[in-house]
């Protein structure tokens, strides 16, 4: 009788570790966690094209991104592979045409290195830092000379008084976007006055802003005192709405609470109006990321994030804004306003605007809207 207790016990300890095995492996397989129906390998062709590139681990494409004109499945060792043929890039109503000759940039940028040596001292001036990055176009914007970039990224930026770190944000994150061979552009959305700082609509305002100047595909939200460690940590437009931030040094990188939406978000633009954007409501410090979490749920989106051990970041130190005491009010009814509270309600007072070598500056006045 012990004996047979004992291989019963034996039994289960084994095909306990293998679910586990087979779990860490399944993740591996999708940092997105967006394939949930088998092992499906996802190969984009190009118009002409015998062999595509495999989808990689850190790949994300949307594929709302594109228009597909052909669907090839076959199966390869008991596995299904799935071959697109993809002519154009597609920007929600807008299509871009390539305009040049030149081949599309790889799935993974071929300059990757893992860690990233993030600058915090002797950070230069920005006329010095100007002439660090001579390839930049007026407004910070930036794109790969040797390939036809495939995301057009705006990286907006809630900015108030803090000069030294915009000036350590814009010397890390230039550097740290040449190499991921995207085309992006750097917006600096600055509020005017003393008020509380409403970080949220400053969002809305540089997303508004944004897509006046270009047809940018994606967005990624970014507080100026998070610099990216790691050059693998794509910021290109995600299948599911990414949380980029997940390990930051001051959290022991570790993720705060599962729902977190803060630091460093991306978005596409498709995502981003389905949501109405962010709430304009949140004045001071907390609540409107933890606000556009619950969105996203109401939608049907889920968050996505990559390994801890690659979207690690650091922060720099700065003092602690002062506390929403009506954000939890707002949480609670949050829902019920999102369709008429965000982006389709947002008013502001463009108060300067400059398209500076390093960055496009958005300075507004924000005024306090009904719930």
Request: hydrophobic content about 40%; overall charge positive; proline content about 6%.
């Amino acid at each position: 009788m012990m004996g047979r207790s004992y291989m019963t016990v034996r039994a289960l300890v084994l095909i306990v570790t293998l679910l586990v095995v087979v779990e860490y492996f399944s993740l591996l397989q999708s940092a997105e966690n967006a394939d949930k129906r088998g092992p499906v390998v996802f190969k984009l062709l190009e118009p002409g094209d015998r062999v595509g590139y495999s989808r990689h681990v850190l790949q994300v494409v949307d594929p709302a991104m594109y228009r597909v004109d052909r669907v090839v499945d076959k199966m390869v060792n008991n596995t299904t592979t799935i071959s697109i043929v993809i002519p154009t890039i597609s920007t929600g109503n807008l299509t871009s045409v390539p305009s040049s000759n030149l081949p599309q940039c790889s799935m993974i940028p071929p300059n990757l290195h893992g860690k990233f040596p993030v600058l915090v001292n002797d950070i230069p001036s920005m006329d010095d830092m100007s002439s660090q990055f001579p390839g930049l176009e007026l407004g910070g914007r930036w794109s790969p000379k040797d390939c036809q970039a495939k995301h057009k990224v705006a990286i907006i930026v809630p900015y108030r008084d803090r000069e030294p770190h915009l000036r350590a944000f814009l010397l890390n994150i230039h550097r740290f976007l040449q190499r991921q061979q995207v085309e992006y552009g750097i917006y600096i959305v600055e509020q005017s006055g003393n008020q509380p700082f409403n970080r949220a609509m400053l969002m809305n305002v540089g997303a508004a802003e944004a897509l006046k100047q270009h047809a940018y595909q994606c967005f990624i939200f970014h507080d100026v005192d998070l610099l990216p460690e790691d050059d693998r940590n794509l910021y290109t437009c995600p299948i599911q709405p990414r949380h980029m931030s997940v390990s930051i040094d001051s959290f022991l990188y570790r993720l705060p609470y599962d729902d977190i939406f803060g630091g460093v978000s991306a978005m596409t633009v498709d995502q981003f109006r389905a949501v109405n954007g962010f709430s304009n409501l949140f004045w001071g410090w907390g609540g409107e990321d933890d606000d556009m979490a619950n969105r996203l749920r109401v939608k049907k989106l889920f968050i996505s994030r990559y390994p801890a051990n690659i979207a690690r970041y650091k922060m720099l130190k700065h003092g602690k804004e002062k506390a929403n005491p009506e954000r939890f009010k707002y949480l609670y009814s949050g829902a019920k306003r999102m369709s008429r509270d965000g982006y389709n309600s947002l008013k502001y007072k463009k108060v300067d605007f400059m398209l500076k070598k390093l960055y496009t500056w958005v300075l507004v006045d924000l005024p306090h809207l009904k719930p």
